[in-house]
Each structure stands twice: as C-alpha cells, then as structure tokens.
C-alpha cells in the first residue's frame, strides 16, 4: 500500500512538474531535464511512468488540464443560481488577480490549442474534450437561467456559450500577446457589457 501510494505521489510530481514547464515554454519548449530537476528524480523513473515527452505530454491535459477547468467552471456556477452575474464576477477576479503581473502567460489551454491542436491529432482531440466541457458546463446554466426567470428566453445557450468561453479565450490571448495584462480590465468589462445584455427584462438592475 505504501509503495502504491508513494508511486501515486511521484507520478502526481511530475505531471504537476510538466504542467509548469508546458504553461512557461510550450509543449515543444518543454524539457525533460528540467522536470527532472524539479523533482529531484532520475531520467529511468520518469520513463517508468511516462515512456516519451508525448505521453507525458498527453497526460497533463488529461488528468491536470481537464480536471481543473471543469472543477473550476463547475464550482463556479454551484455558488450562484444567477449564471450571468457568476460569469461576470468570474472575469472581474481574472482582470483583479493579473494587473501587477510581471510576465502574462495567458491561458494553459488557450496556449496549448494555438500550438499543438492543429498539428498533433492526440492534442487536438484531448483539447476539444476539455473545451467541450467547459462549454457545456455553462451551456448548462444558461438553460437553468432561463428556466429561473434570470436568463432571457429567445437566446440560444449553446450559441451564446461558445461566443462566451471563445471570447474568453480570445481576451486571455490578446493581453499574453501584448504582454499588456492591464487591457483585461477594459476587454473583460466590454464582454460583462455584453452579458449584462442576456439578462430578462424583470431581472435588469
């Protein structure tokens, strides 16, 4: 039990350690030496769990990539019945948390989907799964925002989901870019315009 446990662990290290690497260099920057030194592990061990960069590669978006964005989106929309106002205080807190940022990587899958998804067939199918849930997870609470009054009934959700998270995306791009993390603040607050926009007549304030 302990050595499964210790062996749970040491994988744990170094899939957080490629994480790292991947949302600082890029995949194709990432480097082994550098995950080795990180956690303080032999070359043979890390092949032991991951025989190549590519399925290490994979992994970080299968087990870190996919479980943080959908438990981070899915926490989100649990504290609010109000889908609209969560998305915006959502972005505010982005915009709040990067102002005095010294260097802007942007979004880990939003970086990884400009470099990989359009050359590695394994990437690309990965990435759209996660993409996916997150847009389904707010396809979701639109549709339960409408059926609650808050949300205006002749909207598409799952049109207006993908402009959302797309927009997103897009904004975090933008700024990383620019190295300019001081435009979040205006680009989010023209998108929290636009949401302002979905809400019903009655729910307006």
Not at 54 to 67: F, I, P, Q, S
Not at 123 to 150: C, N, P, W, Y
Not at 152 to 163: A, E, G, L, Y
Request: some cysteine; glycine content about 6%; overall charge negative.
């Amino acid at each position: 039990m302990t050595t499964e446990r210790n062996a749970e662990q040491t994988r744990t290290r170094i899939l957080e350690a490629a994480r790292e690497e991947i949302f600082q260099n890029g995949y194709q920057g990432m480097r082994i030496d550098s995950i080795l030194q990180k956690t303080n592990l032999a070359k043979g061990a890390l092949y032991h769990y991951f025989p190549n960069k590519l399925a290490l590669g994979y992994a970080v978006v299968d087990e870190v990539l996919m479980g943080q964005f959908q438990s981070v989106w899915e926490e989100l929309f649990l504290q609010s019945k109000d889908p609209l106002t969560t998305l915006q205080k959502m972005f505010l807190r982005k915009a709040e948390s990067f102002q005095n940022a010294v260097a802007f990587n942007g979004c880990p899958l939003n970086n990884l989907n400009q470099e990989m998804a359009a050359i590695d067939a394994g990437f690309h199918q990965r990435l759209e799964k996660v993409f996916e849930g997150v847009h389904m997870t707010i396809v979701h609470s639109l549709a339960q925002g409408q059926t609650d009054g808050i949300v205006r009934q002749d909207i598409d959700p799952v049109k207006i989901s993908m402009f959302i998270f797309s927009s997103y995306q897009g904004i975090m791009g933008a700024a990383k870019c620019m190295q300019a993390p001081e435009l979040l603040g205006d680009l989010f607050g023209t998108l929290n315009d636009y949401i302002d926009t979905l809400r019903a007549t009655e729910k307006k304030h």
